[in-house]
């Protein structure tokens, strides 16, 4: 079992930045891919970026070019890096992780508006 706890979400004007974090509390080397989930209201929950052990990543059509997943072993962290942030991009962001069964984290909601 592994507990995801995720940080940095907030309000933020169209265009502007924000980072998430995802904080493991163990070890996250053994975990086969890490990502990021967000559920707009009203919407299903879908893939923004994952990340697998050996370092490819994979990104939502929506937010290529302008996010970036990346993730540090040595601190049992994955990150999101959000640019160019549009009021779409609106929702609540959960970590995810997969080791033969799905870890969630409890959510930050991001705000983009002006």
């Known amino acids: 079992q592994v507990q995801l706890v995720e940080s940095g979400g907030g309000l933020v004007q169209p265009g502007g930045s924000l980072r998430l974090s995802c904080a493991a509390s163990r070890s996250i080397a053994s975990i086969n891919a890490m990502g990021w989930y967000r559920q707009a209201p009203e919407k299903q929950r879908e893939l923004v970026a994952r990340i697998i052990s050996g370092g490819s990543t994979d990104y939502a059509d929506s937010v290529k070019g302008r996010f970036t997943i990346a993730r540090s072993n040595a601190k049992n962290t994955v990150y999101l890096q959000m640019n160019s942030l549009k009021p779409e991009d609106t929702a609540v962001y959960y970590c995810?992780?997969?080791?033969?069964?799905?870890?969630w984290g409890q959510g930050t909601q991001v705000t983009v508006s002006s």
């Open positions: 995810w992780g997969w080791e033969g069964a799905e870890y």
